[in-house]
């Protein structure tokens, strides 16, 4: 393939048809899709018009895949610097401005020099000034207090945040099994 293929990658569905993520969306790669079929792991949903061949086999590449035995989602979310600023909405608690990743992070609500521990009950979302200002005192202290209590989310909350975050490619074959918080057009 001229690319090298990198333009094909598969959505990959759990045995239910939903997206196994939607931030970051589940896909893979058109090598790791066409081994799952040759496996018989994935059902073939639709397909690009791009094959590809082999001395005995001839083979159209994945677009969309569903595993044939469904994977649970985790009840409790890992504790990750990403998973805390998806469960804000990549937005600053104390300022309410969206960032874009690279010009967010954490804060501890009360500061761990306070006694304060690295958990989601105590881990908020900031951006670099609003962290700079609050910085090691307590919110009463400097009147900055995060717009929302910090908590645990469920996978299912971390699953719709991530709706609202399309990726920039999306194929057009994936459009009937993903659900964007974006406008349909009329």
């Known amino acids: 393939m001229p690319d090298g293929g990198s333009h094909y990658p598969a959505l990959v569905l759990n045995a239910d048809f939903r997206p196994l993520s939607y931030f ?6 058109w090598q790791d899709a066409v081994k799952a079929v040759f496996m018989d792991r994935v059902s073939v949903l639709s397909e690009y018009d791009t094959e590809v061949r082999s001395p005995s086999v001839s083979m159209r590449l994945p677009s969309v895949i ?4 469904y994977i649970p989602a985790a009840r409790r979310p890992a504790f990750t610097r990403f998973n805390v600023f998806l469960r804000d909405r990549f937005e600053c ?15 501890h609500v ?3 020099s306070r006694g304060g521990r690295t958990t989601w009950e105590n881990v908020v979302t900031a951006c670099s000034c609003c962290n700079l200002k609050k910085g090691n ?5 400097c009147q900055m207090f995060p ?10 909350e971390l699953q719709e945040n991530g709706r609202a975050f399309p990726p920039n490619y999306l194929h057009e074959s994936w459009r009937d099994y993903l659900y964007w918080d974006s406008e349909l057009e009329g």
Do not use: M, N
Not at 93 to 107: A, N, R
Not at 151 to 156: A, E, V
């Open 66 to 69: 569903a595993l044939k035995e």
């Open 147 to 156: 717009r929302q209590p910090p908590r645990q989310p469920t996978s299912w």
């Open 24 to 29: 970051p969306l589940s896909v893979w790669s």
């Open 137 to 141: 005192r307590l919110p009463r202290e």
């Open 93 to 107: 608690q104390y300022c309410g401005e969206p960032f874009p990743t690279q010009d967010l992070t954490f804060d």
């Open 110 to 112: 009360i500061p761990r």
